[in-house]
C-alpha cells in the first residue's frame, strides 16, 4: 500500500499528478524521452523478423478459415486511410491548426476479431500451436501450413487449454482464433467488459468467466487457474513478448503502406502517431516496432481515459506496475472497456521509458461526441476506446505543450511538416444496437 505522505511528495516532484488525481484532461510530455531507438529489455530486430514471418506461414490456414482475409493474402491486416476532410473537424473542437496530413489505421476493421487486438492475441496463439505441432511431428516449418485445417490438428489441440484475462477485445481475439483451432478456451473478463463480447464468445464455444472486479483481478484469477493445469496455455497481457512482438509486427507492415502510397517519412517529414492505452502491450509494442523501422523520425503517444491512466502515473513516478490508479483515489470506471486498466503493464512501462514521446488523458463524454462527429463526416463506426488517439493532435499543438515537445525536435516546423496518424483499434464488430446507443450517449459514467 502506498502512504499518503508518498502521494504528497510525488505530488510535488510532479506538479502535472495533481491535476491526474483530479480526472483532469492532462498532456505529459516524457522527460526520458530520447528519439534513438534504445531496447533497455534486448527485443532484436531478429525477433520481429521472425514473428513477421511466422505470420507469414500461417497465411494459407487463415485465407482458408477466415475467407475475410483474403484481400491481405491471408495477413491480418488493415487500411492506412487519409481523412484530411476531419482535420477541419478537429481543428474546431479544439481550437487548433492542425497543418500536417491526417491519416487513420484502420485497426477497427482487422479480420478475424475486429480490433488491434487481433494482432498480439492470434500471432500469440498461432505461434504456441506451431511449437506444439512441431514438437509432435505433424508440420515441418517449410509445409504448406493450410494443413492446420486437418483433423488431426484439432485432436491434438482439443487436449490443451487456452487462458486469458480481458476487458473484452484480447479475449475476443483468443477465444475466436482459440476455438477455431480446437482448443479449450477459457476467458476470463472483468466487470468493464460488454456484455456484447461475452454473448459472441460464448457462441463460438468460448467458456468464459465474469468477474466483479477489474482487470488486474481478472488476469490474476486466470493465472492461478491456469498454473493448476500442465496442459494450460495462459497468455499474460502484462508481460507477454509474444503478444508484444505481434504487435510489433504492424510497423512492417505500415512502412509499405506507405511507400505504396508515395508517403515520405524522414526527418523533414516525422510520424507522430496517437495510440489508445490500456494495460500497454498493444501500443507499446507498436510503438517499439515503429522506432525501429522509423527510428528518430517517429513519435508516439499514448491516450487513457482520466479515470484509468495508469500508464501514465506509472511512468510519471517511475512504479510501473508497482501502483494502481484507485490508490491515487481515481476509480478505474470508464466507458472505454478495453482501456479501464487500473495497473499498467511492468514489461511495457519499462521498455517505453526511452521510446515513447508522451501520455495524454481524455474526458469520456469527448469518447462519445468524436465518435458521433467521425461517423457523420467520415462515415466510420468506432467503439468509444477507439476514439481516444483523435484529440492527439490538437492537444499536441496547445501552445506549451508544443513548445515543450519543439524543445526535442532538431527541426522546429515539426509539427506542421508532420504526418500524423490516429491508431483506430476497435469498433468493426460491435453489434450495431450498441453502435447507435453510443451515438446517443454523452457519458455513461
Request: aromatic letters at 10%; hydrophobic letters at 35%; glycine letters at 8%.
Amino acid at each position: 500500500m502506498i502512504s499518503k505522505a508518498k502521494i504528497e511528495q510525488w505530488k510535488q516532484n510532479y506538479p502535472l499528478l495533481n491535476d491526474v488525481i483530479n480526472a483532469k484532461e492532462v498532456f505529459w510530455l516524457n522527460p526520458k524521452y530520447k528519439r534513438e531507438d534504445e531496447n533497455p529489455i534486448r527485443i532484436s530486430t531478429k525477433e520481429l523478423k521472425e514473428a513477421a514471418e511466422r505470420l507469414q506461414r500461417f497465411a494459407p490456414y487463415l485465407r482458408e478459415v477466415f475467407p475475410e482475409t483474403e484481400k491481405y493474402g491471408g495477413l491480418i491486416e488493415s487500411e492506412l486511410q487519409n481523412i484530411d476532410g476531419f482535420k477541419l473537424e478537429l481543428n474546431n473542437i479544439f481550437h487548433s491548426t492542425i497543418r500536417g496530413d491526417l491519416y487513420i489505421k484502420r485497426d477497427d476493421s482487422l479480420p478475424i476479431a475486429g480490433s488491434i487486438k487481433a494482432r498480439g492475441g492470434i500471432y500469440e496463439v498461432l505461434k504456441y500451436a506451431e511449437s506444439l505441432a512441431l514438437k509432435n511431428s505433424i508440420i515441418s516449418k517449410k509445409d504448406n501450413y493450410k494443413v492446420f485445417t486437418e483433423e488431426k490438428f484439432r485432436s491434438l489441440f482439443s487436449q490443451y487449454s487456452l487462458a486469458v484475462g480481458s476487458t473484452g477485445n484480447l479475449g475476443l481475439s483468443i477465444g475466436i482464433i482459440g476455438s477455431t483451432l480446437g482448443f479449450n478456451t477459457t476467458v476470463h473478463m472483468s466487470s468493464d467488459a460488454k456484455v456484447w463480447k461475452k454473448e459472441l464468445l460464448r457462441k463460438r464455444g468460448v467458456k468464459v468467466k465474469e468477474y466483479n472486479t477489474d482487470y488486474s483481478q481478472a488476469v490474476k484469477e486466470g493465472r492461478r487457474e491456469s498454473r493448476q493445469d500442465p496442459k494450460s496455455y495462459f497468455i499474460d497481457d502484462e508481460k507477454s513478448r509474444d503478444l508484444f512482438l505481434g504487435y510489433a509486427v504492424a510497423a512492417l507492415r505500415l512502412k509499405k503502406q506507405f511507400a505504396d502510397k508515395n508517403i515520405r517519412i524522414d526527418e523533414q517529414s516525422p510520424l507522430l502517431v496517437f495510440l489508445p492505452c490500456g494495460v500497454g502491450g498493444g501500443p507499446g509494442g507498436i510503438c517499439f516496432g515503429l522506432k525501429k523501422v522509423f527510428g528518430k523520425n517517429v513519435h508516439c503517444f499514448f491516450a487513457e481515459p482520466t479515470h484509468s491512466p495508469s500508464m501514465l502515473i506509472g511512468m510519471m513516478t517511475g512504479e510501473h506496475n508497482k501502483i494502481t490508479v484507485q490508490q491515487f483515489g481515481l476509480s478505474n470506471k470508464t466507458a472505454a472497456d478495453g482501456l479501464a486498466v487500473g495497473r499498467p503493464s511492468k514489461f511495457v512501462g519499462k521498455l517505453m521509458e526511452n521510446l515513447l514521446a508522451g501520455i495524454y488523458t481524455v474526458q469520456d463524454d469527448q469518447l462519445f461526441y468524436l465518435l458521433k462527429r467521425l461517423y457523420k463526416k467520415e462515415n466510420i463506426k468506432l467503439e468509444p476506446s477507439a476514439l481516444a488517439g483523435f484529440p492527439g493532435p490538437s492537444k499536441l499543438l496547445q501552445k506549451e505543450v508544443g513548445n515543450d515537445f519543439l524543445g526535442l525536435c532538431e527541426d522546429k516546423d515539426v509539427l506542421d511538416n508532420a504526418k500524423y496518424l490516429i491508431w483506430a483499434t476497435g469498433g468493426s464488430m460491435v453489434p450495431e444496437k450498441e453502435f447507435l446507443h453510443n451515438l446517443q450517449t454523452k457519458n455513461e459514467n
